[in-house]
């Protein structure tokens, strides 16, 4: 984790003096690399317990091009993983996404997009095999962007990732309707 | 209380984006003093340290001067804040209006707000029509909210998730729900961007006086937010051209009212009809050309009476075209919008389509096009029972005072597939006989444990009579069949024909 903050920083801090000094070239391509902290809660709308909420590492990422130099689409991409006493969990969304920046000289966006999700695992690994599931997924967020005219730039982001399971198939039967929230705080590389 | 207040806050801060309608003058490239109303800071825009060419700061000699900043000369200046001030006033608006119906959940206070953050998305329980169609309708709003400021197509877009989000997180004391956001989103570009080209066709920017008048509020019925901005803005008397962007290289329409036989799965038909009366809109032609901007073609469908007061609802809108095998054949990426109430079926959805279609003439006189496609279905809704119930119980009052949704729901959320195919035999550009079918897949993620497959096919033979009257009988087909994911993964198919026939007005 310490090594991917080091190196983020470490390849913004010459991009930045470099465009500064020449115009960039224009480029369509959009993407983004970062990582950050993830915070999960689940719910069922039957189920009668109360579910915590659980921390972890994220790592999210963007890719897809720009279609005017206020928006942008691709494909965003989150990994989030956990653990708890029963073992490891993971949840990986995959989103076709729009990202908005209302000023092309300041650094603020939103973005939000739809997808599919894969977990493996829920808010508890239930038996000796893990329980692969897919998901409806949706994400929405939004963040400042630092250089966000130069080829290289930072961001900060803070993004909400939704799955909604359907049935959780475990080992124990079916638990229906169920849905996950990820949040997530963290910094990433943006290339254009 | 404080919540009130915040939301109070924030309609004082969007009503202060006003322009006074008096302040304005018809011609604006004939204004020459600027307006010294206008030439007065905006403590809000100043606040928000916005730049003046985005913000309230915009002058009327700036407008007047400064035509680059326009898209054209009917285009209105570009203001993405006052965009999202509106569309949280907007927010603000229909929370007041629940606030006054009396309902529970409008009573919001920040520790609802914290509350609903905390809790995330999850699938809410309301009515039916509410999900399908009051949640598109909103999202219309704050998507027209950005194209009245002069974003475009995409940034509204982005703008329309933020109304939603927003309204999903603070505006209600439900916590936020995912069907919401994705009808409320999805729906709210389709509808928007339709109401806004529709508004723009109402619209004669050229009238004066009354005539004008009348065509403003024409417009505003059919899209408040830029009628109210145009209103304000003192655009409404402006005479200027229509932005080029709005101005469709084709307009026609049909109108059909007739009687409607519905079937079942038991008889054939009733005995008695249904009126019906159908509205059609072609916007543009989407059979032809390299298209890049959203909506330049689209179609819409409505039809009410039939068996329910508003039974269809259905926009297509193209996103992108281009033509391929030497203009043979148009490739297009379509945004539809679907709603349907029949008595085989209540679905609605939101979906995405890749089609491919061509035109082929038969004669000088006679032309033949067909449309296929196929796509996925972000999020589709049909209404269901779980197995073993026969019948939809009646509603009880809710428990928990007005407003909440406490279900059970009988409908079933989840994404999905769509295919389907339009053709139509034209003769000197008249349409005389069509062929629709649709084929919908949803996999429910949310109620019963089903994956549907919905079906319709239709046939319509139209006969001209006296320009531009003329007769038309239809037959059409719907199926359903419901696969139950219980132990015994049952399976339930429904059927229903259903006849008409009417009476045609056409427009080109």
New interface residues.
Partial sequence: MKGLWMCALACLIPAVAVAQNAPPAPSRLWIVAGAGAGTLRGHCRDCAQDFPFRHGPAIAGDAGFRVSPRTDIGVDLFWMQWRNDSGRIRATAIDAVAQFRPWTSKGFFVKGGAGMAFVRNWVHTMGPHPDDSKALAVVFGGGWEFNPKGRLGLQLFATQHVGALGDLQTVNGAIADVTGNFWSLGAAIVIR | MRGVCAVTISLVACLATARPAGAQTPDRSAQEKPDPVQQLPNPIGSFLGM?AR?GWEQSAGALNTSNAQLACAGCPPRR?GTA?LQTTGINVLYGLGNLARGQVTARITPETWWANM??????DLDDFTVNQIGHPYQGNNYFNSGRANGL?F??S???T??GS?TWEFFGETNHAS?ND??NT?LGGITLGEMLHRAGWLIRNTHATGKRRLWSELGATAVDPITGLNRFMSGDAKRVTDKPPEFVPSSLSGMAAAGVLWRGSQSSAFTATGDPFLELDAYHGDPNIGRSRTPYDAFWLRMRFGGGSSFSEARVRGRLYGQPFANGAFQFSVIQTYNYLNNDAYSTGSQALDAAIGTTRALSPRTSFWILGWGGLT??GAVDSLPLGVTERPVEEEPSAGQGVSEGPRFYDY??GSDFGALARLTHDGHDIAMFFYLGRQI????GV?ANHFLQQARVDLLFPLRRPLGLGVSGEYFSRRSYY?DVASTVKTYHYPQLRAYLIWRSR
Avoid: K
Wanted: proline letters at 6%.
């Fill in positions: 730049p985005f993405v999202f905390q809790q995330g998305m999850v699938w475009n995409y940034e877009a982005a703008l998730a933020f989000a995912l956001f994705i989103t972000v999020l989840g994404p996999y429910s993620l949310d444990r994911q």
